[in-house]
């Protein structure tokens, strides 16, 4: 077919656009030299933000700040290697890390390749955060052959006496197979040149039975980075991702013969309900004896990059005017509000909501909790007539209380969700008021405490009161609060059987207070 007709301006039109469309496409990168930045600016200029200097505006200060990053660097890693323009002098990775992040990775940035390193002759050093005795914050400490090694030049460290004991006998000083300090060319020949990495934060606890109160006592340590929690409870330090117990296997009794029947053993004592950890923290693994052996048996060392250390035995050398996981309460700096993230967890996980603090005319139920351990195999209990007087007492409140009669071997999600409820928590002394932690404080918030006439123990007092939670300990009518205590005096096997309380003077308080 023969082309008659010459084509139209339309036809003219759509042809050259298409042809310059495919030239200017087809050659991307020399295209935009014509309308980009020069070619050297691209090559030469480090990137200040995301976007190259002659293209920044407004928005792009207010989106990515004005840090610099190099050519294929992650963006959001250069912050890690950023310049300090007012000293000149460029912040390492690890100075970094021992800032507060104010965005916590939950899940974090370390790849599945991030496992290993090699440092060659230049071998992490590592660096004391915080210090008091028993209880210690380091960054680059290694584990090798289930030992501890600080690697330090410094002469002023402190001792390992003060941050370790040994692990057959807490009384005593550690062994070189337990922890050792090495120098720098030491640490070179005893630790090589590569190892594995253990990213995040750690928390080792090394004795073989450990308080009820030592996760508390870990927090407190650790929350000392960050004096300046707000009330609101927003969390700013990266939290836990695991905690060693180096010296309590995971289950009790032998090992079971794998040619015989199987036999249900139960969990060794952690201090603490196995549904605690995960609640209060969900991100914390639990690693126990077998776990700490099964990275001694491998051959490299590991670098734990920041490690929290909780050692009872070093603790009670130090001082023994207080408990020894009360330390770091007692010696160290905190917000008002440094339990709140934790205590917040717990309330959450049960859906429990805190109530106001109950003012002039509120119609705010107090509730009234009593911990019994009348039916628990042992330990401290109430005489049975005071026991069974008590709990008529507490019922005639009136419809202007809740009142919750716990039992011992009450589930752990009730026993939690009304001690979580609770503004007066009542029981016989002992770990179990532990769990007094997680009452909301308030100032009428109340811990009731009962013991043998002539006996007293300080650990639920120096406790609750850290927090803002009011005191009392009871001899049968006579109370003491926290500015009258009597002295420190162990309660006897022989007195816990039948520990008297004056249920009237206890109930006629609970009216005065709430």
């Known amino acids: 077919m023969q082309w008659c007709s010459p084509p139209s301006r339309r036809e003219i039109s759509l042809a050259l656009f298409s042809i310059t469309t495919f030239i200017l496409f087809y050659n991307?990168?020399?295209?935009?030299?014509?309308?980009?930045?020069?070619?050297?600016?691209?090559?030469?200029?480090p990137q200040v933000g995301g976007k190259l200097s002659s293209w920044r505006d407004a928005w792009e200060m207010e989106i990515y700040g004005d840090w610099t990053w190099e050519e294929?660097?992650?963006?959001?890693?250069?912050?890690?290697?950023?310049?300090?323009?007012?000293?000149?002098?460029?912040?390492?990775?690890?100075?970094?890390?021992?800032?507060?992040?104010?965005?916590?990775?939950?899940?974090g940035t370390v790849g599945v390749n991030d496992g290993f390193m090699n440092w060659g002759d230049e071998i992490p050093m590592t660096s004391l955060i915080r210090h008091?005795?028993?209880y210690t914050i380091m960054d680059n400490v290694f584990v090798s052959n289930g030992t501890v090694f600080i690697v330090t030049d410094d002469p002023s460290f402190p001792p390992l006496g003060s941050i370790a004991s040994s692990g057959e006998n807490s009384h005593e000083l550690p062994r070189p197979s337990d922890w050792q300090i090495l120098s720098g060319d030491q640490a070179k020949e005893t630790l090589g040149q590569y190892g594995g990495l253990i990213h995040g934060v750690s928390w080792l606890a090394t004795d073989a039975s450990p308080s009820n109160y030592t996760l508390f006592s870990l927090w407190r340590m650790y929350s000392s980075l960050n004096t300046s929690m707000s009330a609101s409870g927003i969390l700013t330090l990266p939290p836990p991702r695991?905690?060693?117990?180096?010296?309590?296997?995971?289950?009790?009794?032998?090992?079971?013969?794998?040619?015989?029947?199987?036999?249900?053993?139960?969990?060794?004592?952690?201090?603490f309900h196995p549904f605690l950890p995960k609640a209060a923290f969900p991100t914390l693994g639990l690693m126990y004896k077998e776990d700490w052996e099964d990275y001694a048996s491998?051959?490299?060392?590991?670098?734990?990059?920041?490690?929290?250390?909780?050692?009872?035995?070093?603790?009670?050398?130090s001082r023994g005017d207080v408990p020894s996981f009360a330390i770091?309460?007692?010696?160290?700096?905190?917000?008002?509000?440094?339990?709140?993230?934790?205590?917040?967890?717990?309330?959450?996980?049960?859906?429990?909501?805190d109530q106001e603090p109950k003012r002039w005319g509120s119609?705010?139920?107090?509730?009234?909790?009593?911990?019994s351990r009348q039916d628990a195999a042992g330990g401290p209990k109430l005489r049975g007539a005071d026991h069974e007087a008590l709990v008529k007492e507490l019922n005639n409140l009136g419809s202007g209380y809740t009142v919750h009669v716990i039992p011992s071997e009450a589930p752990w999600t009730r026993r939690m969700t009304a001690i979580a409820q609770s503004t007066i928590l009542i029981g016989v002394y002992g770990d179990h008021l532990a769990d007094s932690l997680y009452m909301a404080p308030s100032s009428h918030s109340t811990l009731m405490e009962i013991f043998p006439p002539g006996t007293f123990v300080r650990d639920a007092e120096i406790s609750v009161n850290s927090l803002g939670i009011n005191y009392l300990a009871w001899w049968e009518a006579r109370q003491h609060g926290s500015q009258a205590l009597p002295p420190a005096i162990q309660p006897t096997e022989s007195q816990n059987d039948d520990i008297p309380i004056d249920a009237s003077a206890l109930v006629k308080a609970i009216r005065r207070i709430s």
């Open 298 to 317: 491998i051959h490299p060392p590991f670098l734990m990059r920041r490690l929290v250390v909780a050692d009872g035995g070093a603790a009670r050398r």
């Open 328 to 353: 770091p309460l007692v010696e160290l700096e905190a917000s008002k509000q440094w339990w709140e993230p934790i205590r917040r967890n717990i309330a959450s996980s049960l859906n429990v909501v």
């Open 242 to 271: 695991r905690i060693f117990y180096p010296n309590v296997p995971t289950f009790m009794g032998e090992t079971p013969d794998l040619n015989k029947p199987i036999i249900l053993r139960h969990r060794s004592p952690s201090g």
């Open 72 to 107: 294929h660097q992650v963006a959001k890693n250069a912050q890690k290697n950023r310049v300090d323009d007012k000293s000149g002098k460029a912040s390492s990775s690890l100075e970094a890390a021992v800032s507060v992040s104010l965005q916590p990775q939950i899940f």
């Open 363 to 371: 119609k705010t139920k107090p509730v009234i909790t009593y911990l």
């Open 132 to 134: 008091v005795p028993g």
């Open 28 to 45: 991307l990168e020399t295209s935009f030299s014509y309308f980009g930045p020069r070619s050297e600016e691209v090559v030469t200029a």
